[in-house]
């Protein structure tokens, strides 16, 4: 009687537990890399074909002032996993560089950060990140694995470990060459001059140089010169290939169906989770240059390699909603639909064709806060719980989507940290029609650049800008010079006072309202700014991932499937098994 009472206990358990897990809803994440808010038809294009994304529109919840927490990669995304400032981990450089270059980089999102695919995975769920990472990979040696997706709660990874440079597909160009070429200039010059007058000296008879000293000179020298050339030169192998969890299975990587590769590890990932709830980050490529796109796309948009790009990507968006529909998830799981920031407007190929995107009305792009870098798509579908075909005009953030599903999976939210990012569910069902975010702070990597304010009591969105950017040539609407914009230096403008607009009558940031203009104008500086005291004291100093230390590539943390000196080749795609990791 005792072992029928206790078997019905466990019965009654387990059932439970089921019934647990099948209300918590799957959770389904698309993030496009560089696509710009104009790019897609339900923000209003009317040339690019984007049905799959534009039924996400349709059939759930569109925001029209969805921002991005930064307009570049490693930082946005660090943001958007962890709901926080990228400046609270320490990933929003103060140096030029404001991401992750090399594979081999000791930087990352720091282990002490808390992810929702940690959250999510100790509530039960699957939990697997599809694509892009450049969020860092190893710290001290090559097996740590210590900023590596399993390290942050992903059951599975299938994907690039850095990002998609021109320079990894041949005959795309370099984003390095022109750089590297301008930074080399002046030490090249300095040291063949200090060379040639050490030279004139000891000739003349004016100062005795040991030979020896010269000689471990010009060896230094010597030996630098070569690395950074063999690096360069091997920079594709070294950097563009691609993993599943902690092996390399294709070294370099291989553009040829990529985009079906990945839809179809979505796919199966899906399936192998009908039962279960999972979590899916489906982190796309598409549409950061090197452009690409398989043979059923290309040339098939009337926008050239980067239209067909985004048809592709459009389609794989629909393979991954036929998926659930196939299995009768879609009224059990959220998708999600954005960009990690707005569209690189200075992408222009060595023959002169746009690779970059549509911004839209919206000013700037790509490592801006100007509109056009920051607000971002921002699509979600649940039927039966979000209503079909809303529109909602308030300030979001792409923070907001940590809080909103860790909550949803019934997790806890961390208590020993500041978490920036609100639960969007009360106002994406009409429960509220306020965003919670009164200010949003916009970052260019560590430097507080602007700030947003929408009155709780007010339509009015108000943004002030601290700097901005010098764009290059002058009347352009980007840094097309060099490439991207910066952040300090002689590459801004400061305001004093700061440049404010009014985003509810000026989307466009075209006219900066003054005191004659606006009546109000020194008592929203002065709210504002008294919102950046409260917000700079909760800030605490972390260690610096995106410094120069941990930016530098360094052999030791080589990823390599076959060899450092047989060019770390190996493509276990088509079939064999990946070897383990290792530098030869």
Not at 124 to 140: D, P, Q, R, S, V
Not at 358 to 380: C, D, H
Not at 457 to 468: A, R
Request: net charge negative; glycine share 8%; charged share 15%.
């Amino acid at each position: 009687m005792g072992l029928l009472l206790l078997l019905i206990i466990c019965q009654c358990a387990i059932n439970s537990i089921k019934t647990h897990s099948l209300s918590k809803p799957n959770i389904i994440l698309l993030m496009a890399d560089d696509l710009g808010i104009g790019d897609l038809g339900c923000y209003g294009n009317k040339t690019l074909r984007t049905p799959n994304i534009d039924r996400l529109a349709k059939e759930g919840v569109t925001l029209t002032q969805h921002i991005a927490a930064a307009p570049l990669c490693t930082p946005s995304r660090a943001a958007f996993l962890t709901g926080r400032y990228p400046i609270r981990s320490g990933m929003a450089a103060f140096s030029r560089v404001g991401v992750f270059l090399f594979s081999a980089s000791s930087g990352g999102l720091p282990s002490e950060e808390i992810t929702f695919s940690k959250l999510l995975k100790q509530t039960g769920y699957a939990t697997a990140l599809i694509g892009k990472w450049h969020l860092g990979m190893n710290c001290e040696s090559t097996n740590d694995f210590c900023h590596h997706p399993r390290s942050h709660g992903f059951d599975y990874f299938y994907g690039l470990p850095v990002t998609n440079f021109r320079d990894c597909k041949p005959g795309q160009g370099s984003v390095f060459l022109k750089g590297v070429q301008k930074d080399l200039v002046i030490p090249v010059q300095i040291t063949g001059i200090a060379l040639v007058s050490l030279a004139v000296v000891q000739y003349i008879g004016l100062l005795k140089v040991p030979f020896q000293a010269l000689g471990y000179f010009l060896l230094i020298i010597t030996i630098s010169l070569v690395v950074v050339i063999f690096f360069f030169y091997n920079f594709r192998p070294l950097n563009c290939f691609l993993m599943r969890d902690h092996q390399i299975i294709q070294q370099p990587l291989s553009y040829g169906n990529l985009t079906q590769r990945l839809t179809k590890e979505a796919m199966k990932f899906i399936e192998r989770n009908t039962d279960t709830p999972f979590l899916l980050f489906l982190s796309y490529l598409h549409v950061h240059t090197a452009l690409y796109a398989s043979e059923n796309f290309k040339g098939k948009s009337k926008h050239g390699l980067y239209g067909d790009a985004v048809e592709e990507m459009d389609w794989s968006v629909g393979q991954v909603l036929d998926m659930l529909e196939k299995h009768n998830l879609n009224n059990k799981t959220l998708v999600y639909f954005t960009s990690d920031q707005g569209a690189h407007v200075e992408e222009i190929s060595s023959a002169g064709e746009v690779h970059g995107g549509y911004n839209g009305i919206y000013k700037g792009g790509k490592s801006t806060n100007w509109e056009g870098g920051i607000r971002v798509p921002g699509l979600l579908r649940w039927p039966g719980m979000v209503q079909a075909g809303t529109y909602i005009d308030e300030p979001t953030s792409n923070m907001d989507i940590f809080s909103t599903i860790v909550k949803l999976a019934d997790a806890q939210l961390p208590s020993d940290r500041i978490i920036d990012g609100n639960d969007l569910l009360p106002l994406l069902q009409g429960e509220v029609t306020q965003s919670k975010h009164e200010f949003l702070f916009h970052y260019c990597n560590a430097y507080l650049n602007a700030v947003r304010w929408h009155p709780g009591n007010s339509e009015s969105v108000w943004k002030v800008f601290f700097f901005t950017p010098n764009f290059s040539p002058e009347d352009s609407n980007g840094c097309y010079d060099s490439h991207v914009c910066f952040c300090h230096g002689g590459f801004i403008t400061r305001h004093d006072p700061p440049l404010l607009f009014d985003l509810s009558r000026d989307p466009e940031e075209k006219v900066p309202l003054t005191p004659e203009t606006e009546s109000r104008f020194y008592e929203i500086i002065r709210v504002i700014q008294q919102a950046v005291d409260n917000h700079t004291r909760s800030l605490h100093a972390v260690p610096n991932q995106l410094s120069w230390d941990n930016l530098l590539w360094k052999p030791w943390l080589q990823l390599c499937c076959s060899s450092l000196f047989q060019s770390c080749y190996c493509d276990y795609e088509s079939g064999g098994s990946p070897l383990q990791v290792h530098l030869g």
